[in-house]
């Protein structure tokens, strides 16, 4: 594709269900970042992965949060047992090596009711 | 210490006047970035930028390496403008290698 991409752009889910997001980086970009957008907050770094090595999680707000990124390519954010105050746009970026390209998803807009 | 600041954080203005919105910076980049963000929207990139400046219809971005400072330009705003702008930073890697602004809030009255 031509850009980020992140699934699902809207999620309404239970509380206390977990819920899956998915990012899709540019292909070739090796630094890969999650941030979170609580209502009318600015963007909270979550993780961030490069390459092979082990992923900056120190933004992770708690246990119920993890992450992973397959093959340094897709990238996944899940979060479990979710809870109201989890509800906020959750955005992808990825970056090259060298850190002259960036490219962000849309966001995953997730509503805990 | 790696911060972006953005200002103002609200701005009000009637359609049709030119809009300025500024991003400093405090450490050096490989690029500036100029995000938007409608209501209840998605986030949408609108420039990349290194140096210079470029344009976008009504956009313009332009950036200053030296005084580490950036600027978005609307010309002739419209309230379809009305979002939140938010600018970011990547330089270094790491988990400060992309850093946001707390965004400017941008209302166009009719």
């Known amino acids: 594709g031509a850009g980020v991409s992140q699934s699902p752009s809207n999620k309404v889910t239970e509380k206390g269900k977990d819920v899956e997001l998915r990012c899709d980086p540019i292909s070739g970009h090796t630094a890969l970042y999650w941030y979170r957008q609580s209502l009318g907050q600015g963007l909270e770094f979550l993780i961030y992965?490069?390459?092979?090595?082990?992923?900056?999680k120190s933004g992770l707000p708690s246990d119920r949060f993890s992450a992973e990124r397959t093959g340094g390519s897709v990238s996944t954010l899940t979060i479990q047992r979710t809870q109201q105050e989890d509800s906020a746009v959750y955005l992808c970026a990825s970056c090259s090596w060298w850190y002259t390209e960036a490219f962000f998803g849309q966001g995953t807009r997730l509503t805990v009711v | 210490k790696n911060e972006v600041e953005q200002s103002p954080q609200n701005l009000t203005a009637q359609e049709g006047e030119f809009i300025t919105i500024n991003c400093s910076y405090s450490v050096g980049i490989s690029a500036l970035h100029w995000l938007q963000q409608h209501p209840g929207g998605g986030i949408v990139s609108l420039f990349m930028?290194?140096?210079g400046k470029k344009k976008h219809g009504r956009l313009i971005a332009t950036i200053n390496i030296q005084e580490k400072h950036s600027s978005l330009h609307i010309t002739a705003s419209h309230p379809r403008d009305s979002a939140v702008y938010i600018c970011a930073r990547t330089s270094g890697g790491g988990a400060d290698g992309l850093t946001f602004g707390k965004g400017t809030h941008l209302i166009i009255q009719p």
């Open positions: 992965f490069q390459g092979n090595s082990a992923p900056d």
């Open positions: 930028l290194s140096s």
